[in-house]
């Protein structure tokens, strides 16, 4: 009998508990052009949580191989990833034994040329920072998707998201989802990007937690008898760790730690070839997600540039100040990195005020904003406001900023 | 690099790397053409093209020496691929003609166990053999956990755990492996505690094959590392303690490192192997074809 999944321990069909004539979900799909998938396939509207709609999206991203440990609150959408798996829509997976050891694995798998999907949050992404730090070195496409969660001590479980901050200088591609509906876009999106020869990254797409992981939210969806195009392996910026390319003395990790000025000069070429390629993936993104930036009422005084779950309720502030007559504008960020530098100087360029809403303490947003816009406008921008440690942010917080702002700024 | 994958035309041969050449027509990655085991032997080490040639380490280094036969019994070379970490070994294993996946300390079975099953995925066809190469420091002290998770989930990898007894690449601090007592670096006053029993660790996981030995036979050593590659092929995971001093650490003097090895091979780390009933089997199996094959010329 054929063996079904190419599994390290050969598992048949009927080892698995599955008939013998037993057709994995994912041999019943259609791969489809990833650009007729994101603008041009038919979409139903679906009510889920946003750990259902990574799994459809995992459902049509064609995943190899998925590992995970489990973690609140991303233990669902990896279990999800498990029912995947035995419905034959993902070919291996298991539990790892920590984030270490689960990131480390699936840089390995990645190496072998295949698909490789993982999923962490908070704590979990914090013991696993040092595998993580090293995929884009490695230039191993990995898709990982972040239930962002506090990391502080006191321990706590609720949504904050300062752990994107530790991800902003990897060489990492940082997709940052509003809602449930980003959270089943992005992933594919990122998958697809990350996987072009030109850039040959991984990325994260990151969600706040609970409020889109756990709540439910209108989602439009493509049909499940579609599914991105597998991952080719002989596709990539560096030859997979497969033993098929020559020539023969090959050692595409090369420790390069030898104290001489040869080896300081590949280091940091190799390191500004890592974030060239961060800088080359804006096309791919541009292309599948219409844009980096997506901006409400353009030319508008005052403007709100945020991130995430920020943007959700920084919407319904824009749309009480249209209630009451006033313009307000939004710049809403899609991609953390590579970071929209030109898009959101033009959305803002005759801004008087802007005001950067963060669910995390240190505001890093606000910073990587002031960074790109320093010197460049006139406009003021204002630190904040920000909540954290798992509190909400009421519309009403963002439109007292708003009014008080608009005291000190004439 | 597969023989089967890269067929270069003739008309193309000469201007192939020289190495790659090299190791096809005088050396170990053409000589199993139609064989179910390669043939190089180790007996005529000198006399072919060999997978790891040139290295940096220390004149008199035990552990170069077993690096090189474990590339001589490798069955299946040019579909192998060795993933190792921080430490003396790295440096030999990085120059030889096959991968090396250079990872963080202390994640080796980690990383080998994703490549292991990605390789699966990707060439269901064409088995690929995966070999930890790696420290006593790197395996079971930091690589602790991932070993141990390894061999409980039966990877498919073989773990060859070069076993120098102290962190050499460092400067010569303690780890598990060393004997208790032992005055180094970071044990001023001798290593607390006793030298972790490795291989009772991989008895308790299950390890299907399991061997320890020090490089002073060094067809013995290809043996044993071809039956650990061939048992993590088919059957379940693998694992070699090899005993590779450090001369410097340990003051070894160069001319005597081969005399220390059959010294504390007398004295505490003779040839062992602990075999399953599978694994036995199939290599019984195995061995017997190749015999067999033998005798029938």
Same mark, same amino acid.
């Given at each position: ?410 | ?187 001023? /006053?001798?290593? %607390?505690? &006793?030298? *972790? ?9 299950? #390890?299907?094959?399991? !061997? ?55 004295? /505490?780390?003779? %040839?062992? &192997?602990? *075999? ?9 199996? #195995?061995?017997?074809? !190749? ?7």
């Amino acid at each position: 009998m054929a063996n079904v999944v190419g599994s390290s321990v050969c598992r048949t069909a009927v080892d698995e508990g599955k008939p013998a004539d037993w057709v994995p979900g994912g041999e019943k799909q259609t791969v489809v052009d990833p650009m007729k998938m994101f603008h041009e396939l038919p979409r139903e509207k679906q009510f889920i949580t946003g750990s259902e709609a990574a799994r459809e999206s995992m459902r049509r991203a064609n995943i190899d191989i998925a590992i995970a440990y489990p973690i609140t609150p991303q233990s669902e959408s990896m279990q999800q990833a498990g029912y995947l798996y035995d419905e034959g829509y993902i070919k291996e997976y298991y539990r790892a034994e920590e984030e270490i050891g689960t990131f480390s694995a699936i840089s390995g798998a990645s190496r072998a040329g295949v698909r490789s999907l993982t999923a962490t949050s908070g704590p979990g992404l914090m013991r696993g920072l040092e595998a993580v730090s090293s995929w884009p070195g490695a230039r191993t496409p990995i898709i990982m998707l972040n239930m962002c969660r506090v990391i502080n001590t006191p321990l706590a479980i609720q949504p904050d998201n300062i752990e994107m901050s530790f991800l902003l200088n990897t060489g990492i591609l940082m997709l940052h989802a509003e809602n449930q509906q980003d959270f089943y876009d992005y992933p594919l999106a990122a998958i697809m990007a990350s996987e072009q020869v030109d850039v040959t990254l991984p990325a994260v797409v990151s969600t706040d937690g609970f409020f889109v992981t756990h709540a439910r939210g209108p989602v439009s969806i493509t049909p499940e008898e579609y599914k991105l195009p597998p991952r080719d392996g002989w596709r990539s910026a560096v030859p997979a760790m497969d033993n098929e390319n020559p020539p023969a003395r090959l050692s595409r990790d090369a420790p390069i730690q030898k104290s001489n000025f040869i080896s300081y000069h590949m280091h940091s070429s190799w390191q500004q070839e890592v974030f060239a390629a961060v800088e080359r993936s804006a096309k791919y993104f541009r292309a599948y997600l219409g844009g980096l930036v997506e901006v409400v009422n353009p030319g508008a005084e005052d403007f709100i540039i945020a991130s995430g779950c920020a943007v959700s309720q920084a919407r319904e502030a824009v749309r009480q100040e249209g209630e009451k007559g006033r313009t307000v504008g939004l710049v809403k960020i899609k991609t953390i990195r590579p970071f929209p530098t030109e898009e959101i100087f033009e959305a803002v360029k005759g801004a008087k005020r802007i005001l950067v809403p963060e669910f995390n303490q240190a505001g890093w947003l606000h910073k990587e904003v002031c960074s790109v816009l320093y010197g460049r406008t006139t406009g003021v921008i204002k630190n904040g406001p920000r909540v954290y440690g798992g509190m909400t942010m009421p519309t009403e917080m963002i439109l007292e900023w708003l009014a008080d702002f608009r005291k000190e700024v004439k | 690099m597969s023989l089967e994958t890269l067929r270069p035309s003739p008309a193309f041969k000469d201007v192939l790397p020289v190495e790659y050449k090299d190791l096809v027509d005088h050396g170990p990655y053409n000589n199993r053409n139609g064989k179910d085991s390669q043939s190089v032997k180790v007996t005529d080490m000198g006399k072919f093209k060999e997978v790891i040639e040139e290295h940096p380490m220390c004149a008199g280094c035990a552990m170069t020496l077993f690096i090189r036969l474990v590339y001589i019994g490798m069955p299946n070379p040019e579909h192998s691929i060795v993933v190792g970490t921080a430490g003396c070994g790295r440096l030999a294993i990085s120059q030889a003609s096959v991968p090396f996946v250079y990872g963080n300390y202390g994640d080796t079975n980690a990383v080998a166990s994703g490549l292991k099953r990605g390789l699966e995925v990707r060439f269901p066809n064409q088995k690929k053999d995966v070999v930890v190469m790696a420290g006593d420091g790197g395996l079971i002290d930091i690589g602790f956990q991932g070993l141990m998770h390894s061999w409980f989930r039966h990877e498919k990898f073989t773990t060859i755990m070069l076993d120098n007894e102290v962190y050499g690449n460092t400067g010569g601090q303690e780890s598990g492996m060393t004997n208790q007592g032992k005055v180094l670096k970071m044990a001023p /006053r001798g290593k %607390f505690g &006793e030298k *972790i029993d490795a291989m009772g660790l991989a008895k308790v996981a299950g #390890v299907d094959y399991i !061997a320890r030995l020090a490089p002073t036979n060094p067809a013995r050593v290809a043996r044993t590392v071809r039956r650990a590659i061939m048992v993590a092929r088919e059957v379940g995971s693998s694992f070699i303690q090899a005993y590779t001093s450090c001369n410097i650490e340990y003051s070894i003097p160069t001319p005597d490192v081969m005399k220390d090895a059959f010294e504390i091979e007398k004295e /505490r780390y003779g %040839f062992e &192997e602990i *075999i399953s009933p599978a694994a036995k089997e199939y290599l019984d199996d #195995v061995e017997k074809k !190749a015999k067999k094959k033998k005798s029938d010329k």
